[in-house]
Nanobody, 124 residues
Framework: QVQLVESGGGLVQAGGSLRLSCAAS????????IAWFRQVPGKEREFVAA????????DYSDSVKGRFTMSRDNAQNTVYLQMNSLKPEETAVYYC?????????????????WGQGTQVTVSS
């Protein structure tokens, strides 16, 4: 059973930084892609970033490119999302998700496993 557990959310002022973590367990993730999505009530889940576990290659949405960085720690089976220069409109619940096919799609429907989410609140 694959489990994803997010942590690191919280309250930060606009322009500040947070680092989210997603701890993965239940199997070997070498062939997977892991992504971060975010969602606010009433809106569709929005792609933020993805990483190929095996290659370490990354993909970012245009809105976060240059400010967010996704990385992984193979030994800890954990991926991270470093978020800098945060904006109030980025307040959302942030989810990590795993795609067992390893594509790292920007479509949330492509992901097989999801964490419970962590709240990020950016105050103005």
């Amino acid at each position: 059973q694959v489990q994803l557990v997010e942590s690191g959310g919280g309250l930060v002022q606009a322009g500040g930084s947070l680092r989210l973590s997603c701890a993965a367990s239940g199997r070997t993730f070498s062939s997977y892609a892991i992504a971060w999505f975010r969602q606010v009530p009433g809106k569709e889940r929005e792609f933020v970033a993805a990483i190929s576990w095996s290659r370490g290659s990354t993909d970012y949405s245009d809105s976060v490119k240059g400010r967010f960085t996704m990385s992984r720690d193979n030994a800890q089976n954990t991926v991270y999302l470093q978020m800098n220069s945060l904006k109030p409109e980025e307040t959302a619940v942030y989810y990590c998700a795993a795609d067992r096919r390893g594509y790292g799609s920007r479509r949330y429907e492509a992901y097989d496993y999801w964490g419970q989410g962590t709240q990020v609140t950016v105050s103005s």
